[in-house]
């Protein structure tokens, strides 16, 4: 008996749920090529005969809150009902960042909690995705089972297929990529380095338009100098984005190894929305492949990162790199809706 069907259990509709499991599973919801036919849902199903009929189940962040007692009652069914069992990793979660550590401190040593759930849970799956080579290592290595890389991508539609075919006019809009929850009063996160000292003089002088999704901390007493944008949903956060028309789009990393597991979707949202990528550049940075012209080391100085951000925004520099990025986004099947991308998958998850 052929089968089409696929559960997907997200598990708290966070951006890496829809980044990695809902969105791509979406261009299934209409016929498809590969016979695949997903159901999006938080319902556990119990039903054997129902069951007998699925490809596979995926359950994202097996360790969360619920899902364990899921994944026990699944793995008991699988052999009997003939589906695949599959989970899949995001985040290096046992070896987390400062602020994640500061904000989890009342739960004791967290990462050790994390760890043992996983080594408990894992060897359960038939299959064990994640998003970086770095991290496929570290499950290896810290929780012994092996694992599959399937790398996150975007969707042009989704930023509104814009791209840009011509070099920005006036004082280039300048977006900061993610959302301010690994950046406190007290620690700067992922702004260590040259970033803040920068931002603060270029808003002052008024030579960059900057737009952040939050309100910074570390922008006190700029107030009115910026543009604040209000938390949007994940599910909104792409047209939100294109709807400002950003000239660059900012992500800064620390150098950590909670950092160095993360994927390059930043880089792939900035090709999407037609914007210059300029990021962090570190011994194991995920954005370490793309050309140096467009990467800002932690230990420099805020006159460096001005002379990059200076050579960018030159005409001919600036759409070599909008083209460099475009691209190579077109050559490796990053789009959701790219075939190779939806074949290689299927092959992956179901």
């Not at 919801?29 to 007998?52: D, G, W, Y």
């Not at 052999?79 to 989890?104: H, M, N, R, Y």
Request: proline share 6%.
């Amino acid at each position: 008996m052929s089968k089409f069907h696929v559960i997907v259990h997200p598990s708290d509709m966070a951006q890496s749920d829809w980044v990695r499991l809902i969105l791509p599973m979406m261009e299934f919801m209409r016929a498809n090529e590969f016979q695949v036919f997903p159901s999006i849902t938080h319902m556990t199903c119990t039903s054997r005969e129902a069951l007998k009929k699925v490809r596979s189940v995926i359950i994202p962040r097996p360790t969360a809150s619920g899902k364990m007692e899921a994944v026990m009652m699944y793995a008991k069914l699988k052999k009997e009902c003939g589906f695949k069992l599959v989970t899949d990793i995001d985040d290096l979660q046992w070896d987390l960042s400062p602020i994640i550590k500061a904000d989890a401190k009342g739960l004791g040593d967290v990462e050790g909690i994390v760890a043992g759930r996983y080594k408990q849970i894992l060897p359960l799956f038939d299959t064990v995705v994640c998003s970086t080579r770095y991290l496929a290592n570290r499950i290896k290595s810290d929780l012994g089972v092996n694992a599959v890389v399937s790398p996150n991508g975007v969707s042009k539609s989704l930023f509104g297929a814009h791209k840009t075919t011509s070099p920005f006019q006036g004082v280039p809009k300048v977006m900061y990529a993610g959302a301010l929850g690994h950046c406190t009063p007290d620690n700067l996160g992922d702004f260590e380095g040259p970033w803040v000292p920068w931002l603060r003089k270029r808003i002052e002088e008024g030579t960059i338009d900057f737009y952040v999704f939050g309100t910074p901390s570390f922008l006190e007493g700029l107030e009115g100098k910026y543009t604040t944008i209000p938390y949007t949903s994940v599910m909104q956060f792409p047209s939100v984005a294109a709807s400002y028309r950003p000239d660059f789009y900012l992500a800064p990393l620390t150098n950590i190894n909670f950092n160095k597991a993360k994927s390059d979707l930043k880089l792939k949202e900035a090709a999407a929305l037609g914007a210059v990528f300029l990021g962090s550049d570190f011994a194991g940075s995920p954005y370490g492949y793309i050309p140096k012209e467009q990467l800002v080391n932690q230990s420099g100085t805020d006159e460096e990162l001005d002379a990059k951000f200076n050579a960018l925004c030159n005409p001919e520099n600036y759409m070599k790199a909008i083209e460099w990025q475009y691209q190579s986004m077109e050559e490796k099947h990053w789009l959701y809706e790219d075939p190779e991308f939806q074949k290689r998958y299927v092959n992956t998850y179901c």
